[in-house]
């Protein structure tokens, strides 16, 4: 009878340890399936697996694993949940009066900072800026080559525009002279055609919300505005011309969930806003299509074409998700308009793909925190 409960007693703990092993290689095998973009509960690009064995392996399988281990994002609203509430804390938010949030882009990205962007503090040397001045020169030259005219713009950070809603700390700090200034200075100083909305947006906001408040991004109707101003300056380079803006007919408020600023909190409970709905003195007669979309995340298409009949001049862009909201109502006014995603395509297909459609106009947008991609040359593999 003791051998036959020895006996059990071994087949039980290999039994545990099979389990065990068991467990941990389902977890791990899981992990090997990468999540998509804005899949983490902090709303940002996770790590990519290794593409290479080398020096720095483990360091880059450490930060993969960090970012795909199973049940992670449970385990880390559940996290940011709790210090949320009982300390008040998210360090990659900052929430302001109203219950207005700010993105703190420094902790999440690396050549980010919205927060020295408000206070003036990140101001570009005179020598730095030349070198960026020479960088994207070089890049409007090219497109000059190519026949086509270059207008560069650059939205505006919320906090820029609402400084009002900043914290307690922040207010009467906000920097007068930031370093996109910097930037747009410098481009006109060489005659280079350059966009901002500041003017206009601190005027127009006290008609319409221009930011929505849990997000980064501007509410369709700022998207609108950034529409008007970019078609005036258009018209002022010669294009467009016998065409008019399109003209808001209704605009209506309508709920929306929360945005982007929220999922970063990682609190992940049911939330809402509003945002605008327009409609407009025509109906629009453009189509538009993905030609391009990475398939490890959930953002847009890298490579959009529109199309719209009786038009034809070419326009080009490379942007950002700031776009998202101009290009539905520009694309009305060109036979074709091309949209490239900065961040999402290789600059060596982004090349090719500028070379092969030969636009009239090249827009170069530049959002204020992601200004720093001045740096990057288009045609750095020519």
């Known amino acids: 009878m003791k051998k036959y409960w020895q006996t059990l007693g071994t087949i039980a703990k290999y039994a545990a340890l099979l389990y065990f092993l068991a467990v941990i290689c389902?977890?791990?095998?899981?992990?090997?399936?990468?999540?998509?973009?804005?899949?983490?509960?902090?709303?940002?690009?996770?790590?990519?697996?290794?593409?290479?064995?080398?020096?720095?392996?483990?360091?880059?399988?450490?930060?993969?694993?960090?970012?795909?281990?199973?049940?992670?994002k449970k385990m880390v609203k559940r996290y940011n949940k709790t210090?949320?509430?009982?300390?008040?804390?998210?360090?990659?938010?900052?929430?302001?009066?109203?219950?207005?949030?700010?993105?703190?882009?420094?902790?999440?990205?690396?050549?980010?900072?919205?927060?020295?962007?408000?206070?003036?503090?990140?101001?570009?040397?005179?020598?730095?800026?030349?070198?960026?001045m020479n960088i994207l020169m070089a890049d409007i030259r090219k497109f000059e080559e190519l026949g086509a005219k270059v207008l560069v713009t650059f939205p505006p950070n919320k906090m820029r525009i609402y400084p009002e809603y900043m914290p307690d700390m922040y207010q009467k700090r906000q920097a007068a002279f930031t370093r996109t200034d910097q930037l747009a200075e410098a481009l006109k100083a060489r005659g280079v055609v350059t966009v901002d909305?500041?003017?206009?947006?601190?005027?127009?906001?006290?008609?319409?919300?221009?930011?929505?408040?849990?997000?980064?991004?501007?509410?369709?109707?700022?998207g609108y505005l950034a529409y008007r101003r970019l078609f005036a300056e258009l018209q002022k380079m010669g294009f467009l011309q016998g065409q008019k803006p399109l003209e808001i007919t209704k605009l209506e408020k309508h709920d929306r969930s929360c945005g982007d600023n929220f999922k970063t909190e990682g609190v992940l409970v049911p939330c809402s806003e509003w945002d605008y709905t327009m409609e407009y003195d025509r109906p629009l007669t453009h189509s538009c299509e993905a030609r391009g979309k990475r398939p490890d995340i959930n953002l847009g298409a890298d490579d959009i074409l529109c199309v719209t009949p009786d038009k034809k001049q070419k326009l080009l862009v490379i942007r950002d998700s700031f776009f998202d909201n101009i290009y539905p109502v520009l694309s009305e006014h060109f036979?074709?308009?091309?949209?490239?995603?900065?961040?999402?395509?290789?600059?060596?297909?982004?090349?090719?793909?500028?070379?092969?459609?030969?636009?009239?106009?090249?827009?170069?947008?530049?959002?204020?925190?992601?200004?720093?991609?001045?740096?990057?040359?288009?045609?750095?593999?020519?």
């Open 26 to 72: 389902y977890k791990f095998s899981c992990s090997l399936i990468p999540v998509k973009y804005g899949a983490l509960s902090d709303n940002r690009m996770p790590a990519r697996f290794p593409e290479r064995l080398s020096l720095n392996f483990p360091a880059e399988f450490d930060a993969y694993y960090q970012d795909n281990f199973p049940n992670r």
């Open 83 to 132: 210090r949320k509430k009982r300390f008040g804390i998210n360090e990659y938010i900052i929430t302001g009066k109203d219950d207005w949030m700010f993105f703190n882009s420094v902790k999440s990205e690396i050549k980010s900072d919205q927060l020295a962007d408000f206070l003036g503090t990140n101001l570009y040397t005179p020598e730095h800026l030349e070198e960026l």
């Open 197 to 222: 909305y500041n003017d206009m947006f601190r005027e127009e906001k006290k008609k319409h919300r221009l930011f929505l408040r849990t997000d980064t991004h501007w509410t369709t109707y700022g």
């Open 335 to 382: 036979g074709q308009t091309v949209l490239l995603w900065r961040t999402l395509m290789d600059y060596p297909d982004m090349a090719k793909v500028i070379r092969r459609e030969k636009p009239d106009i090249v827009i170069l947008e530049y959002q204020e925190r992601f200004s720093f991609y001045v740096a990057d040359t288009i045609f750095q593999e020519e």
